[in-house]
């Protein structure tokens, strides 16, 4: 992964978090709290990486939609840890926001972020069918045919055991079809060619499942402290470690692995370079 790429995104991250001054006592700190406490930024990075590969001098101008994308997916990891669904305490190495503060705070953060993440793209320096085209790609993936129904059936399902391939559409949707749309969006901005978007987003979806079995790994092998997030959470959950065992979800991860770096080649020899790197940077095998 490029460093300076990810160095530049996090200050324009910083510099850029949302605020709503008010009298409120914590609700602006709130806002901003979660986005500005890390985290792998692998989905703008994912975009990031398509426009510096293809149009670098268009970086500048994709920041804005980068941190959209990063706050659409703070926003489901806000909702996702809340009482009602994970009751998760820890995220990013910090108390979750219904922890910190409450419920309401934690569900309205997480409310504003999801709306101001399609502000970020409405006002983002493209031409206006660039701008209509990346929402319409964020609000579908990121919303009712995908994340929304993936969790919806995580939820729903839980003590409740699925086949793989239902359990692959619950991680298609709930996890992988951000990640494609991360590639997508990328390809819009740089107005690549119909076969390449293809291309992209087929990569983006096995990807996505790559990573939600590297995260059900971590999530069975790793202590909270390194994990940085709560782990040995998902003993209720539909995860690939609980269908296949650890050995057996670890044999589908170095699968997968392969799989991508053999699909990398039917990109061009630039968008390659950078997925590779990606690859390299946040997987293992």
Do not use: W
Request: hydrophobic share 40%.
């Amino acid at each position: 992964m490029n460093k300076k790429l990810l160095d530049d995104f996090e200050s324009y991250l910083h510099a850029n978090l949302p605020k709503a001054p008010s009298f409120h006592p914590h609700f602006e700190v709130a806002l901003s709290e979660m986005l500005s406490a890390g985290g792998k930024r692998f989905r703008p990075m994912l975009l990031l990486s398509i426009v510096q590969a293809k149009r670098p001098l268009l970086l500048q101008n994709a920041y804005p939609v980068a941190l959209g994308l990063e706050m659409l997916h703070t926003y489901s990891l806000i909702h996702d840890d809340l009482p009602c669904m994970d009751d998760a305490p820890l995220r990013r190495s910090q108390p979750t926001l219904h922890v910190k503060y409450d419920e309401v705070t934690a569900v309205l953060v997480g409310d504003a972020l999801n709306t101001h993440a399609f502000y970020m793209l409405s006002h983002a320096p493209l031409s206006s069918d660039i701008r209509m085209e990346l929402v319409k790609i964020l609000s579908r993936d990121g919303g009712l045919d995908g994340m929304i129904i993936g969790q919806a059936i995580d939820c729903a399902f839980e003590d409740k055991k699925l086949t793989l391939e239902h359990l692959e559409f619950l991680h298609k949707h709930k996890t992988a079809k951000l990640i494609a749309a991360s590639l997508l969006m990328g390809a819009v901005i740089c107005e690549l060619d119909a076969q390449t978007k293809k291309i992209l987003y087929a990569f983006g979806l096995k990807l996505g499942l790559l990573f939600q079995i590297q995260d059900d790994i971590i999530d069975a092998t790793l202590s909270e402290d390194e994990a940085g997030k709560t782990t040995a959470n998902d003993s209720h959950k539909n995860s690939f470690v609980n269908l296949l065992g650890i050995e057996g979800a670890i044999a589908s991860k170095q699968k997968l692995l392969n799989e991508l770096r053999e699909d990398s080649k039917n990109c061009d020899e630039d968008i390659a370079k950078n997925l590779s790197q990606i690859i390299d940077t946040y997987f293992k095998g």
